[in-house]
């Protein structure tokens, strides 16, 4: 089976999505497909990664908001690259432009909308969420949801990775919706990594001995992920135990976050790790990671941490919410400060050892979810086959 990915996020120098679209160029020749990913670029280019995967680059202008990306601004040529690959199925992983891009290409091959992102909780109920709830804010912006229902029509499937968000696209009248969770790099995030003199000076960095908790926060410095709100609360939380936090990231709220972060000489803000053994042994090394944003379709932060053997403190929406263990993790009321503050103490309560002990567990590999990807869209290719 050929598979190609429309990816219109897609970037050298990015983190989460280009650790994945590597992972499926190796894991689809492995499992005996053909993979194709296109994505925008500085220029036209057709790079083979391996015997059975390639990188097609069509020349795109730079995304206005974030000079890293491009976008794609020629339909044509984004055709006529779809034509010359001649796909069994074709998976768009942005539900803007390129994927309507992709429901007018006038090829037979299935087509699938990956939901990589979740607009309505990123922004909408981000936005709104202080004036009014989720279903005053999914009633008053229904132009969105009709066109996800469009777009469920055009396509043969529309793929979540969390249960939440798949219940909540169901709800809302989308057709065709499969979930299939996604996984962490296998052979990468472990608790053997554990350093405990790792800890000890981050903790130091923190002004804080090791008695201290040591809480991790990673990610996207970004308005969704709601940064300003996690530091506050271990700042209100720190005033009660003794809990420094190392926040590691990168991107275009640098500036504010390190503004939030100044007065605090208990949180540390970090730059982004790409060496992915660094990120797993501070992982390991921490005592519990701690995450605000209740829009994310899958959390992977959360599943590495758990991975590493990490307790988790998480909002009780979104993808970060489907990794919560009871008896093991702490969750709280999504958006909420104070919420957030109790939840950070009970887990100091704990202690740094006694909920560690019983954090690890086993977690979906990225290579089980493309088995999962892979045999659904073979099921669609059956489809096709048996229409023909």
């Known amino acids: 089976m ?72 020629d339909e044509a040529a984004l055709h006529a690259a779809l034509d010359a690959e001649r796909p069994d199925v074709v998976e768009v992983s942005s539900q803007w432009r390129s994927c309507a891009m992709v429901a007018d290409w006038e090829g037979d091959a299935k087509r699938v909308l990956f939901m990589h992102s979740d607009p309505l909780s990123a922004y909408l109920y981000r936005w709104f969420g202080p004036i009014a709830g989720p279903e005053a804010i999914d009633a008053y912006f229904d132009l969105y949801w009709r066109y996800l229902r469009r777009l469920s029509h055009q396509f043969d499937c529309i793929v979540s990775a969390s249960a939440s968000l798949s219940r909540r696209l169901t709800a809302g009248g989308v057709e065709k919706v499969a979930t299939v969770p996604m996984g962490v790099e296998p052979g990468i995030f472990s608790p053997d990594h554990r350093d405990e003199k790792l800890r000890r000076d981050l903790l130091a960095r923190c002004s804080l001995g090791p008695e201290g908790l040591l809480l991790l926060g990673a990610g996207r410095l970004a308005p969704e ?6 530091v506050d609360a271990v700042a209100a939380a720190g005033y009660r135990q003794p809990i420094g936090l190392v926040l590691v990231g990168g991107g275009r709220h640098r500036a504010r976050i390190a503004r939030a972060v100044a007065p605090n000489p208990h949180t540390q803000l970090l730059a982004p790790i790409t060496d992915r053994g660094a990120m797993a042994r501070l992982m390991a090394s921490a005592d519990a990671l701690v ?45 909420k400060p104070a919420a957030l503050v109790e939840a950070i103490l009970r887990r100091a309560a704990e202690g740094p050892d006694l909920s560690r002990a019983r954090a690890a567990s086993p977690v979906r590999s990225m290579d089980e979810h493309f088995v999962e990807l892979f045999r659904l869209y073979e099921q669609l290719g059956d489809e096709r086959r048996h229409a023909a």
């Open 2 to 73: 050929k598979i190609v990915e429309v990816c219109a996020f897609y970037a050298p120098q990015g983190g989460g999505v280009r650790a994945y679209i590597e992972r499926k160029l190796l894991a689809g020749p492995d499992a005996g497909h053909e993979i194709v990913v296109i994505v925008p670029g500085a220029e036209n280019k057709n790079e083979q990664i391996r015997p059975g995967s390639r990188m097609v680059t069509i020349a795109s202008p730079p995304f206005p908001l974030d000079r890293r990306y491009r976008y794609f601004d």
């Open 291 to 335: 995450h605000g944003c209740e829009a994310e379709t899958f959390c992977i932060v959360a599943a590495e941490a758990r991975a590493s053997g990490l307790p988790l403190i998480v909002p009780d929406a979104g993808g970060a919410s489907d990794q919560y263990r009871p008896g093991i993790d702490q969750i709280y009321a999504a958006a």
């Open 225 to 230: 992920k709601r940064w300003p709100m996690v």
